[in-house]
């Protein structure tokens, strides 16, 4: 029995592989988020929010860096872990504790 792969194939089989290094990238910035998040509302006090300015101040990193960052912050939201209201479009985003705050993410 001979296998013949084709060229379609072997895309598809890279893609996949880049999917997964992008995942497991955003799963590390988002343990990372999560622990940033954790220290600052530990330090801030226990009914204390964040805004996302405060994580990432504007003009101090790169578009690329806060772009990661709120896909990092998207994912926490997405498992619970935080909580993050905007009162309009281009506002600041608050961040606060979600139901599973205190689980591993």
């Known amino acids: 029995m001979t296998f ?3 060229v379609d194939v072997l895309l598809q089989l890279e893609e996949l592989n880049v999917a997964e290094q992008m995942e497991k990238r955003g799963q590390a910035n988002a343990a990372k988020m999560h622990e940033v998040v954790r220290r600052a509302l530990h330090h801030a006090g226990c009914s ?11 003009g101090r990193v790169s578009r690329k860096h806060a772009a990661a960052q709120f896909h990092a912050l998207l994912v926490l939201k997405k498992q ?24 591993k993410s």
């Open 48 to 58: 204390a929010e964040l805004s996302f300015s405060t994580i990432v101040p504007p």
């Open 80 to 103: 619970c872990i935080l909580e993050v209201a905007q009162s309009e479009p281009f506002a600041d985003i608050f961040v606060g504790r979600g139901p599973n705050f205190g689980t």
């Open 4 to 6: 013949v792969c084709t």
